[in-house]
């Protein structure tokens, strides 16, 4: 049983840390893992609602799906410098309502689904100059408090929802080298305090939705040959700007015309 427990220091014999391992343990505080754990399993620390900080050693490579879901009190997470972590799984830190940074290690190369859905004070998400993330999963960060995010330049695919009601965000930007070729529907829907976007000429498509009702968007930068979905600017900033590149800037009529009635 967990009960009760308030501390725990993990021995140097342990290579993993199962699955439902501390899942309730509701007065946990502070628990130390030793630089042998490889894995981190399912559910792990589900609703262990008293831990406040926790240090993941360079060792772990995987923390699977639902293993901080709603650690409601976890303020601070921390990776070393020489982080071996390559997977993050679905709702992994989802309710983690106190939670306001995270440094993501280089080799992760998925935000899944439903990671940060509803981590209500996360404010920073920040990734290395050597991050090999290519995807960012749908609902990653749907309701969280991010302000800004720069997108790694490998990230292809920003998923259907992923910056849902994201009403804080007022910044995404995208390296020069960006391979970005999508962004999918209700992507940024209701990310009402973005100002302005440049989208990387990479981008191929922006679904339908992607930027509805983000009412303050007053300024788009967009690639001549992307396709647009329906909608897919429906309802921004009244008589915003718009930048269609190697094109003249062009009214937002004009643009709704030249890219299907956005």
């Given at each position: 049983?967990?009960?009760n ?8 014999d ?29 559910y ?33 997470i ?14 992994a ?7 306001t ?72 930007t ?45 300024s ?16 921004i ?26």
């Amino acid at each position: 049983t967990v009960d009760n427990i308030k501390e725990v220091v993990i021995g140097t014999d342990v290579t993993s840390i199962g699955g439902y391992a501390f899942q309730n343990a509701k007065t946990l505080t502070s628990i130390t893992i030793p630089n042998t754990v490889t894995s981190i399993g399912t559910y792990a620390f589900q609703y262990a609602e008293s831990l406040i900080s926790i240090t993941i050693p360079d060792s772990v490579t995987q923390i699977w799906a639902r293993v901080f879901e709603y650690t409601t009190s976890l303020n601070s997470i921390t990776f070393g410098a020489n982080s071996q972590l390559t997977t993050i799984g679905n709702y992994a830190f989802r309710n983690a309502t106190s939670l306001t940074s995270i440094a993501i290690p280089d080799g992760v190369t998925r935000i899944n689904d439903y990671t940060f859905t509803y981590a209500t004070s996360l404010k920073s998400v920040t990734f290395g100059a050597n991050s090999q993330l290519t995807s960012i999963g749908e609902y990653a960060f749907r309701s969280s408090a991010l302000t800004s995010i720069a997108i790694p330049d490998l990230v292809t695919t920003i998923s259907d929802w992923a910056f849902y009601g994201t009403t804080s965000l007022t910044s995404v930007t995208f390296g020069e080298n960006s391979l970005l070729t999508s962004i999918g529907t209700y992507a940024f829907q209701y990310a009402t305090s973005l100002t302005s976007i440049t989208i990387p000429n990479s981008v191929t498509s922006i679904e339908k939705y992607a930027f509805r009702y983000t009412y303050n968007l007053a300024s788009i930068t967009i690639p001549d040959s992307v396709n647009i979905g329906d909608q897919a600017f429906y309802n921004i900033s009244t008589n915003p700007t718009v930048y269609v590149r190697d094109v003249s800037p062009v009214t937002f009529e004009e643009f709704k015309v030249k890219f299907n009635n956005s």
